[in-house]
């Protein structure tokens, strides 16, 4: 009893996304004629679920022990500083989705779904929270689930247009093979190891008896599952239709939420299923069992040339921002390449940045949207000289996404490319350069359309409300500060690098 009760002090955010979850579908059951508390009720949700993970800083320790493991009492759960970073990452953006569904024109005309509508945000923020922290395959695999089933249904939640249930459709089957194929991987490792728990796991692979070949082909499948959720290549074929097919707030959420909790799951899995010593210097040594270094070098190569040169030629925003997305799962697996604390904690200044410019992007476009009905290209067309508060900061973020200063972007970049330096990559970090030097043609052809092109008679000029208009600005006024003045973000990932280990 001692130990479950030391476990339920330690999940405390999830119960509380468990508990609002449940108030969410009881509320939409009373007030089935007038909806208007239920986004109250999901605010207030996300801000005591913040106030309880901000409260687990500096805490440490494994929830749900079993004696079963004989190596150490390891539990299912790890708490711990990178676990809080991730949780932070994925209720600011939750918040922030709050603040766009109630601007979103697609949203607001399902007033009638919208218990359904929170209720299934907070199932793929329970689903997140569980997979940033599991150090369980069985629980990896039930939250990865819980996630997917969550966003399969947010992604074709318009179900008046076709093309947003063509979106859940496809995401439904890339998900299911993507599953199909982890699960097949987690029963090899678990027939060769006789555990689940990556601590145990750990030490076992590295007997002499194990079987290296298979060990490497479950380990392949299993990262196929996770390189799903980040947008990876070769796994990343859904994203481009689901992005351009879902509501603009469920892709923004996808682009930021699910991917930082995809990342959160794959360095915690590496970090404490492969690594067996961290010098002093902050170097991982790696059991040498499967060589993850050319791989992840290969894939990361690979998926941020692909998302560049794909977006190159695309002319709808959402599908663009797709592409630009998948880039930057790219750029962010190189932080995880170079195997130090260096490259963790370029990951963690990326991830704060890429939340910021990502979802402001997300944010123009919905806004666009809203008044024009469509997200083309086109219809940006003389916005600079329309709407001069949304082309500018439009700018800032493409301009930060691109990584250029003085912008924000350009000092997430700049972390990864010390840490591949500091590591003598140098190759790798030149072929990011000129994916980076790619990347800049389709944000600037938007700037383009935004200021060289004269507006006509028939260009909607698009004036947000003033409350959407402070939204844009308490976007774009970080990316902007962060450039300049960074040391707040590098402390705070330099504070969670603390990932409980063997």
Not at 68 to 89: E, H, P
Not at 94 to 113: M, P
Not at 184 to 204: A, H
């Amino acid at each position: 009893m001692t130990n479950l009760y030391q476990s339920i002090l330690l999940i405390l955010p999830e119960i509380v996304v468990s508990s609002v979850l449940i108030i969410l579908v009881l509320s939409d059951l009373i007030f089935h004629k007038d909806k208007r508390v239920i986004p109250f009720i999901a605010g207030l949700g996300i801000i005591v679920t913040g106030a309880f993970v901000i409260n687990q800083f500096g805490i440490t320790g494994f929830a749900f022990q079993t004696s079963s493991q004989t190596v150490r009492n390891y539990g299912m759960m790890a708490i711990d500083s990178f676990g809080v970073f991730f949780k932070l990452i994925v209720t600011a953006s939750s918040l922030l989705i709050l603040f766009f569904s109630h601007a979103s024109n697609e949203i607001q005309k399902t007033k009638d779904r919208l218990g359904e509508y929170y209720a299934l945000i907070f199932g793929m923020i329970l689903g997140m929270f569980f997979m940033i922290s599991a150090t369980d395959m069985i629980l990896i695999y039930l939250s990865m689930e819980m996630m997917s089933l969550s966003s399969y249904v947010l992604a074709g939640f318009t179900k008046l247009r076709d093309r947003s249930s063509e979106a859940s459709l496809k995401y439904l089957i890339y998900g299911a093979v993507s599953s199909g194929l982890m699960l097949f991987g987690i029963s090899i490792v678990y027939g060769m190891t006789g555990s689940t728990n990556l601590y145990v796991i750990n030490s076992l692979i590295q007997a002499p008896q194990i079987n290296l070949f298979a060990l490497s082909f479950a380990i392949v499948l299993i990262f196929a599952g996770i390189g799903y959720k980040i947008s990876s290549a070769p796994f990343h074929f859904w994203t481009p239709d689901v992005y351009e097919g879902a509501p603009i707030t469920i892709t923004a959420f996808l682009s930021v939420a699910s991917k930082a909790a995809g990342f959160a799951l794959l360095i915690r899995f590496i970090k404490t299923t492969f690594v067996s010593y961290i010098d002093s210097n902050g170097s991982w040594t790696l059991i040498n069992v499967f060589d993850w270094k050319p791989i992840l070098i290969g894939i990361s190569i690979l998926t941020m040339t692909l998302g560049n040169f794909s977006a190159l030629w695309q002319d709808n925003l959402k599908r663009m921002l797709a592409y630009s997305s998948i880039a930057h799962a790219g750029y962010l697996l190189l932080g995880l390449v170079v195997f130090s604390n260096q490259g963790l904690i370029a990951i963690l200044i990326y991830f704060i940045v890429y939340l910021l410019m990502n979802l402001g992007a997300f944010l123009i476009v919905m806004l666009v949207a809203n008044k024009t009905g469509s997200e083309e290209i086109d219809d940006y067309n003389g916005l600079g000289y329309t709407s001069p508060l949304l082309a500018v900061s439009f700018a800032i973020f493409l301009i930060s996404l691109t990584g250029l200063p003085p912008t924000a972007g350009f000092i997430g970049k700049l972390y990864l490319f010390i840490a591949l330096v500091d590591a003598k990559m140098i190759f790798v970090a030149v072929i990011a350069l000129l994916n980076s030097v790619v990347s800049l043609y389709y944000y600037i052809r938007v700037l383009k359309h935004m200021y060289l092109v004269k507006p006509t008679e028939s260009t909607a000029t698009v004036v947000p409300s003033l409350n959407n208009r402070i939204l844009v600005l308490a976007l774009a006024a970080p990316v902007l500060i962060f450039g300049i003045y960074f040391a707040p973000i590098v402390d705070l990932a330099k504070n969670c690098l603390v990932i409980l280990g063997l």
